[in-house]
């Protein structure tokens, strides 16, 4: 028996739009179950190594003014059938009265219950949502649903509670790369010349959404799948660099993607674009490569390329863990390098530690730096690799208040020195053990 995931809330906070961004993600194994009631709407979601079932409550009077007997026996059913509630409520708005009424209704179920304030698009707006907390749910998210923000950290705390574990085996053959970069780095031009270099056929491949241009090609024996992020809005391509950026943000492609390949232009140097771009790879967990392309432009390579690595190292610090690579989509310098590299660095994206690979380092780590914060010392008592695709750590301590972010860099830099994990993110989470 797979773990029932609810999506309840009043209308129009969003529960469809969030029921349409968990399903969303990867199509592929994505099955509406039968035998499920006309009103609710359920579907298998795959995460990580797990699976649930999420229902949405579509169907729901849309009168938000009152509290109906109808929507509160809706709400009985929704909350009984599930193992897990996530109780929808708009960020924007702020507490209305019927989130009040619901959250004393689901409170009775005692269900397990995540809090998801939605319509938060942005960090600063977290603040906003800190209301919240005065329905009585200590265990919340902030997300936007439609901009995809933060879902992977719901997802994550859905996966921590899923009772019944059904390992989710995928066959993984083609790699999925995707190429992102901001208007006229030369992303078109890295797709056509990499597929004409490896003499395979070009095609569209249908059922992508229209914001991507997809390719299959072969290099090196293996096959890939290419994604271009052009923004194809009714066939032509985006010209601006803000209207790319927004795209790129609500881009279903990046999180089916494996690898994303970060282009930059050496003709124009490591802007601001590339930098946000960067900052949305990093919120999407994504193993990274970063390229400068247009290198046949450049005469004197040695120089140029110290300018930019510390040009790049030195804007996207956060990334310091991707390879650079320089290229050029023109003359096809380099591309057949980017294959290799992402098999190299899905490998290090996929990989699970064991419990005494793990130990060892950890254990080193907490011994050599203890920690200590306004007189009281971090205890970190239990950890473990819970997933992979990215690698996630949690770490259970005595007061995750005392956990410094220097503190959690330094157990990543631990983790990094020992295993590498080039080339991809890794996440640390902390949580209190009582
Ligand atoms: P996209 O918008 O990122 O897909 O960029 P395009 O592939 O359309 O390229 C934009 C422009 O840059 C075109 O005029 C390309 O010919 C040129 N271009 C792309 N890659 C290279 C390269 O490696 N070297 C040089 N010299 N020009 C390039």
Redesign the pocket.
Known sequence: MLTKVAIVGRPNVGKSALFNRLIGRKKAIIHETPGTTRDRNDHEVSWRDKSFIVTDTAGWSTDISVFSKDMSRQLDIAVEKSDVVLFVVDGKTGVHPTDVQIAQQIRLKRKKTILVVNKIDTQAEEIKGYEFYELGFDDAVFVSANHGRSVHDLLDKIWENIKYDRKVKKPRETLEIILV?K???????FINTAAKEERSIVHDIPGTTRDSLTVRIQSNGKEYILT?T?GLHRGS?TKDDMEYLSNLSTNYAIEDADVAVLIADASQGIGETEVKIARLLLEKKKPVIVTV?????IEEKEEAAKYFTEQLRERIKFMNWADIIFI???TGQRLDRIFQEAEIVFKQYSKELTKEELNEVIRDALARKPYTCKSRTLKIKEYAQVASKPPVFIFSANDTDLVHFSYERFLENCLRAEFGFHGTPIVLKFRNYY
Do not use: I, R, T
Request: glycine share 10%; net charge positive.
């Open positions: 970069g208007p006229n780095v030369g992303k078109s031009s271009d052009a391509k392309n247009k290198w046949d432009l050029s989509a023109k």
